[in-house]
C-alpha cells in the first residue's frame, strides 16, 4: 500500500514535469523561431531555415548603419516619450493618489466610481475628439502631443492603484506629524512619497514601458517617420510588405524585447505585490 | 447695536438671508456686506474676469451645440459641437465658483449673527489653504482627465446622435441631429444589423472563451508550480512568466508570421509532417481559433504570477485541518483555495475581462479583423473596439461608429459594476 503510493507519486510528478516542458516549448519555440529568422541572410521569408545554413548579423548592422533606417531615430523618440511619461505620471499620480487617500473634499467619492469607471474605457472611444483637439492646439503629429494624450489617459488606473497603497500606511504617521507642526506638503513629501516608493516605482515602470508597446496611439497620432515610435516604426516595417521584410523586423523587434523582458523580469516581485496590494488590499 | 436690531427681524432682511441674496445677485456683494473687504474683492474680480473671458465663447458654443451651425462651409458643425462640450464643462466649472460664493456669503452671515468674532485675515488664508488643499492636489489632474478623458468621450457619445459620415462632413455640410437613427440602423438595416449581430456574438465569445482559458491555464500552472515536490520553482517561474515580459506587439507580429499560410512555421514546418494545410489567415473559424491560443498564450503569465503570490497567503493550518478531516485533493481545493484565490484576485480578474473585451491590439496586429465576410462590413475576427477603429478610420462612418461605442460603453459599465461590488477599496470607506 505505502509502496503503491509512492509510485504513484512519482508518476504524477514525472506527469507534472511533462507537462512543464510542453508549456516551455509553447512559450519558448514563437520567440526562438524570431530570433532565428533575424538571423537569416536576405529578406525573403519563402527561402528563410529555422537554422540557416549560413547565421548573420546583417539585418542588426542594417538597422543601425543604413542611412534609409530611422531606427536609431524611433528609439530615441520612444526614450524621450517613456522618460517623460514615466516621471509625469508619478507626479500627477501621486498627487491625487494623496487627496483622495488622506482629505475629505466634495466629490471624493464620486470621484473614486469616476476612476473605476473610465480605467476601463480605452483611449480609442474618443480617438476622433483627441485627434480634432490635438489639432486645434497644434499639436498632431508631434511627440508632445502624444505624451500629453498618455499622460491623461494614465490618471483614472493609477490614481486609483496608488491611493490603495497609500491607505495602507497608518495614519498615525501623519497625524503624529502633524502634531508636530508639519504641513500638508511635508507631510506628503517626506512621509507618503518615501513610504510608497514600491508602487510609485511599479506606476513608472508600467509608464516607462507604455510607450514602447503601444503602436495605436501613435499611428493616429503621428504620421512623419522621423517622429515615429519604435512600436509604430517597426510595424510599418511588415506593414507593407510582409514577407519580404520579416527577417529586419525581427531583428528590431529583438532589441526591443530583450531589454524590456529583463528589465520585466528583474522586478516581476514587486509588480506583482504592487498591484495585488493596490487593487485588493485598498 | 445694529446686528442685534436685525437679528430679530426675520424675513428678507435677517442678515443671513441678505447676504445670499447679495451674493446671487453678484458674487462678492454678500461678501461686502460681511465687511469681508479682500473676499469680497476676490470674488468681485473672478466673477467679472470670468464673465468677460468666457462670455461670447460659451454663448456661441451652446449656440453651436443646439444648432450645430446654420451656414453651411461657414460654420463648422463639428467644431461647433467641440466647443459647445467645452463651453459646457467651463460653464459647469463657472456654476461651481458661484454656488461656492453663495454658500460662502451665507455661512459667514450665520457666523456673524451668532457672534462669532472675525477671523483675521492670517487665520482666514490658513484656514483657505488647509480646506482648499486638497482641490489644489486634483486640480491638474481633473483639467486633464477632462480633457482628454472625459471630454472626448462626451463628444463620442453626442457623436451617436448626428449624421456625420463620410458624404455629410463639414465644413462642406452642416450636421443635424437625428436623434435615435443611428441605433435603429444599427438593429434594422440589413447590412448593419448582419455586421452588429456578428461583431457582438463573436465579441461576447471571444471575451469569456480567451480569458476563461487564460484564467485557467493561470491557475492550473500555479498550482502545479507551488506542489511540494516541484524542484527549480524560480527557474520555472521565470520562464512561465516570459511572454508576459515580451512586448505584446512583438509577439503578437511574430504569431502573425508564424500562423501565415505561404511562409509561417506552423503550416510549413509543423502540420505539413502529417499533411495537413490549415487556411489560418483566411478562413473566420480557424483565424479565430488562432486568436484565442494566442491571448492564452499572451495572458496566463499575468494570471499565473498573481495566483502564485496569493497561493502562498493561504492559511497552513486550514490544510492541515482539512487532513484532520480526511478531505480529498479535489475538496481542499474546492472549498479551500479556489475561494481564497478568488476573494483576493476579483477585481484583477474583472479587469481581465474587461481587457480583453476591449483587446484592440491582438485583433488588429493579427489579421487586421479579417478575413473579409461577404454581407458585412467588419472583417471575420473583428470585435467591437476593432470595428469601431475601422469605421472612423477607413470609412469614416462616424456616426455609427460612435453608436458602437456607446454599445460598447454600456456593456463596460456592467463589467464596471460587478468591479464596484467586488473592490475591496469601497468596503473599508469609512476609514478615512
Do not use: C
Amino acid at each position: 500500500m505505502a509502496m503503491n503510493r509512492k509510485t504513484k507519486s512519482k508518476i504524477e510528478v514525472t506527469f507534472i514535469y511533462l507537462f512543464f516542458i510542453v508549456m516551455f516549448i509553447i512559450i519558448g519555440y514563437p520567440l526562438f523561431w524570431a530570433i532565428m529568422m533575424s538571423l537569416n541572410p536576405g529578406t525573403n521569408m519563402l527561402v528563410t531555415d529555422l537554422f540557416p545554413e549560413n547565421p548573420t548579423l546583417e539585418h542588426y548592422k542594417w538597422l543601425f548603419t543604413n542611412p534609409r533606417s530611422d531606427y536609431l531615430i524611433w528609439y530615441k523618440n520612444s526614450l524621450f516619450v517613456a522618460v517623460l511619461n514615466a516621471f509625469g505620471s508619478v507626479v500627477i499620480t501621486s498627487l491625487i493618489a494623496y487627496a483622495f487617500s488622506r482629505y475629505k473634499f466634495i466629490g471624493r467619492k464620486y470621484g473614486l466610481y469616476m476612476f473605476l469607471l473610465l480605467q476601463m474605457f480605452p483611449a480609442l472611444m474618443g480617438m476622433v475628439a483627441l485627434y480634432i483637439l490635438l489639432n486645434t492646439i497644434g499639436l498632431t503629429d508631434s511627440l508632445w502631443g502624444l505624451l500629453i494624450i498618455y499622460l491623461g489617459g494614465q490618471i483614472p488606473f493609477n490614481a486609483w492603484l496608488v491611493k490603495g497603497y497609500f491607505d495602507t500606511i497608518p495614519k498615525e504617521l501623519d497625524e503624529a506629524a502633524k502634531i508636530d507642526g508639519a504641513g500638508h506638503l511635508r507631510i506628503f513629501w517626506t512621509i507618503m512619497l518615501p513610504l510608497a516608493k514600491p508602487i510609485l516605482a511599479v506606476v513608472a515602470l508600467f509608464n516607462f514601458m507604455a510607450p514602447f508597446m503601444d503602436f495605436l496611439l501613435p499611428r493616429i497620432v503621428l504620421t512623419s517617420p522621423e517622429n515615429f515610435t519604435l512600436a509604430l516604426g517597426l510595424f510599418n516595417f511588415i506593414n507593407d510588405q510582409f514577407s519580404t521584410n520579416f527577417t529586419r523586423f525581427a531583428a528590431g523587434a529583438i532589441l526591443i524585447a530583450v531589454p524590456i523582458a529583463l528589465v520585466f523580469l528583474l522586478l516581476q516581485r514587486y509588480l506583482i505585490s504592487g498591484l495585488t496590494s493596490g487593487a485588493t488590499k485598498g | 447695536m445694529d446686528n442685534d436690531k436685525v437679528n430679530r427681524k426675520g424675513g428678507m432682511s435677517r442678515p443671513r438671508n441678505l447676504a445670499t441674496l447679495l451674493s446671487i445677485i453678484f458674487p462678492g456683494l454678500g461678501q461686502l456686506y460681511n465687511r469681508r473687504i479682500l473676499k469680497a474683492f476676490l470674488f468681485f474680480v473672478i466673477a467679472i474676469s470670468f464673465l468677460v473671458a468666457t462670455w461670447d465663447y460659451i454663448d456661441i458654443g451652446i449656440w453651436g451645440l443646439f444648432t450645430l451651425g446654420t451656414i453651411p462651409r461657414e460654420h463648422h458643425s463639428i467644431q461647433l459641437l467641440l466647443q459647445g462640450l467645452i463651453a459646457l464643462i467651463v460653464l459647469v466649472f463657472g456654476v461651481s465658483i458661484y454656488i461656492f460664493n453663495i454658500m460662502d456669503a451665507r455661512k459667514e452671515a450665520i457666523s456673524r449673527e451668532n457672534g462669532v468674532p472675525k477671523q483675521t485675515l492670517l487665520k482666514g488664508v490658513t484656514s483657505f489653504y488647509d480646506r482648499g488643499f486638497p482641490y489644489f492636489m486634483i486640480l491638474p489632474g481633473l483639467v486633464m482627465l477632462i480633457f482628454i478623458v472625459v471630454l472626448p468621450l462626451l463628444f463620442m457619445l453626442t457623436l451617436a446622435f448626428t449624421d456625420y459620415n463620410q458624404y455629410n462632413a463639414p465644413p462642406r455640410n452642416l450636421l443635424n441631429w437625428v436623434g435615435f437613427d443611428n441605433f435603429t440602423a444599427l438593429m434594422k438595416v440589413g447590412i448593419w444589423k448582419n455586421t452588429f449581430l456578428n461583431v457582438f456574438t463573436w465579441t461576447i465569445v471571444w471575451t469569456i472563451v480567451a480569458t476563461t482559458l487564460q484564467i485557467t491555464l493561470g491557475l492550473f500552472l500555479a498550482i502545479l508550480v507551488n506542489d511540494k515536490r516541484v524542484k527549480f520553482k524560480r527557474t520555472i517561474r521565470t520562464i512561465l512568466i516570459l511572454p508576459w515580459a515580451v512586448p505584446a506587439f512583438v509577439s503578437i507580429l511574430i504569431f502573425s508570421a508564424l500562423f501565415n499560410p505561404t511562409f509561417g512555421a506552423i503550416n510549413r514546418d509543423l502540420l505539413s509532417q502529417i499533411n495537413v494545410m490549415i487556411p489560418w489567415l483566411s478562413d473566420p473559424f480557424w483565424a479565430k481559433t488562432a486568436l484565442i491560443m494566442i491571448q492564452t498564450w499572451l495572458g496566463f503569465p499575468f494570471v499565473f504570477a498573481l495566483f502564485t503570490g496569493v497561493l502562498q497567503s493561504v492559511p497552513a493550518d486550514m490544510y492541515e485541518a482539512a487532513d484532520v478531516d480526511g478531505g480529498s485533493r479535489w475538496q481542499k481545493f474546492r472549498h479551500i483555495t479556489f475561494p481564497h484565490l478568488l476573494y483576493a484576485t476579483a477585481p484583477l480578474l474583472i479587469m481581465q475581462y474587461a481587457g480583453n473585451f476591449n483587446n484592440f491590439n491582438i485583433i488588429y496586429l493579427f489579421n487586421e479583423g479579417d478575413p473579409a465576410v461577404r454581407g458585412q462590413n467588419a472583417g471575420g475576427t473583428d470585435i467591437l473596439i476593432s470595428w469601431v477603429y475601422k469605421l472612423t478610420f477607413e470609412t469614416n462612418n462616424y456616426n455609427m461608429a460612435a453608436a458602437v461605442t456607446i454599445i460598447m460603453g454600456l456593456l463596460i459599465s456592467v463589467f464596471a459594476f460587478f468591479q464596484f461590488r467586488k473592490t475591496a477599496a469601497f468596503k473599508e470607506e469609512g476609514r478615512y
